[in-house]
Each structure stands twice: as C-alpha cells, then as structure tokens.
C-alpha cells in the first residue's frame, strides 16, 4: 500500500523553464513532507521542506507547495538548469513518529 | 567531516549467506534509519532507530535485524540472504529526529546482490 506516491516516473524540461514535480498521499495524519534530490551512485540529498501549518515555502529557485484538501504537494524549480539532472524523491511523516515514508521518485532531465 | 559512513560500498552473496551492513555517523545525531532503493519501488524504510537503544520496523522489515550498538552506529544483518534482497542500502541519520521536524542525512550507499 502506497502511501506517497509519485504518479510521474520521469519529466523532461528545457533548461530555464518550470519544472514541476507531483506527490500525492493518502494517509490524513502525515503533517510534514521533504522533497530529497539524488543523483546516480550517490545518497539522496535534502532539499526542501514544508509543515502542514504551511501550505507554501520557499528557498531559492525551490517552491513547495502543499494542498492539504487534496492530498497533494509539488515541488517547483525555476528556472531549471542542467545541474537539476536528478531523481526527486517526495518523504512524508506523521507527526507522533520518527518514520519517514518516501514515493517512488521522479527522474527530471533538464536538457539545453 | 565523514557525515554518514557505509560499509562495505559493494558485497555479492550466494543465497542463504549471512551478512552485516555497518553503518557510523559522526555528526553526535539521535535517530538513525536504514533504507532499501528498488528500481521502480522507490526508497522503503526497513528499521529505524530514534534514539540510542530503541529500534522499531518500518515498511518492509522482515528478513531484516538491526542493532543500534551506540549512538553512533546503526548495523543492519541478514541472517539469510535471499535474491529478493538484492538492493541498494542506504543508512540515514537525523540530529532530532523527524517528528521534530529534522531531516535525514543520507549515506553513499551499499549495492548488495544475492544470487
């Protein structure tokens, strides 16, 4: 049972433009969520988070945002560059518990 | 500063072998995690520690025993490997632990493949 899932396996954008990638979740209790970042043979990387008191947050070329209603969070990256290259991982936890639940993953490809 | 350290980065077994995954960090963190990435399965928490001498399951724990021997170090054993368990491991620590609204820090990872 998949509780973060992340419905696009792979997304493709030209470079400078928004990338926009998706997570959905089905359990009610989650209440904060973290976008991770990883590249081939290496761990993932921590690159943004956002509480459920929140329903936007900010950090740099890096925007989540949380739809609370719909179960849904997307992570925005403007303007997107090469060096973008990576698989997003959307993580989801439920306040009461140290457990982090991860999706599936998207892999973005930035090209020239 | 190392950050989270895995070991060993790459190990073949045949079925029914046993092994035990090491992982340290040296950043004084509270809770530490073990993950498994599968193409298409994304990362699956196996155990988790949320501080020295606790442990609890996660998603997908059976096949799996863990220690947490202190608070820097976080093994991970297969008592009897099975193909299924040919993955990537990743070990994770977090300073106060997510439900203080903390994030995990990721180890390189170990490829394990079981035949």
């Known amino acids: 049972d998949q509780q973060v899932k992340q419905n696009s396996p792979s997304l493709s954008v030209q470079e400078g433009r928004i990338s926009i990638l998706n997570c959905d979740y089905t359990?009610?209790?989650?209440?904060?969520f973290l976008w991770y970042k990883k590249y081939p043979a290496e761990g993932p990387t921590f690159l943004i988070s956002?509480?459920?008191?929140?329903d936007k947050n900010e950090d740099g070329r890096f925007t989540v945002f949380l739809n609370k209603s719909a179960k849904h969070l997307s992570l925005h990256i403007v303007p997107s560059q090469p060096g973008d290259s990576a698989v997003y991982f959307c993580?989801?936890?439920?306040?009461?518990?140290?457990?982090?639940?991860f999706g599936t993953g998207t892999r973005l490809q930035v090209f020239p | 500063n190392a950050g989270v350290t895995q070991t060993p980065k790459f190990q073949v077994l045949k079925t029914g072998q046993s092994m035990t995954l090491q992982c340290a960090q040296d950043?004084?963190?509270?809770?530490m995690y073990w993950y498994r990435q599968d193409p298409g399965m994304g990362l699956r928490l196996i155990y988790y520690?949320?501080?020295?001498?606790?442990?609890d399951k996660g998603e997908v724990p059976n096949g799996y025993n863990v220690s947490r021997l202190n608070k820097r170090e976080f093994s991970l054993r297969l008592e009897s490997a099975a193909p299924s368990q040919t993955s990537v491991y990743f070990c994770?620590?977090?300073?106060?632990?997510?439900?203080?609204?903390?994030?995990?820090?990721f180890g390189e990872g170990s490829r394990l493949t079981v035949l």
């Open positions: 994770a620590s977090s300073e106060q632990g997510i439900f203080k609204y903390g994030e995990l820090f």
């Open positions: 359990n009610s209790m989650f209440d904060y």
């Open positions: 956002i509480s459920s008191i929140k």
């Open positions: 993580a989801a936890s439920a306040g009461n518990t140290d457990k982090l639940i």
């Open positions: 950043m004084n963190h509270n809770s």
């Open positions: 520690s949320a501080s020295e001498g606790t442990t």
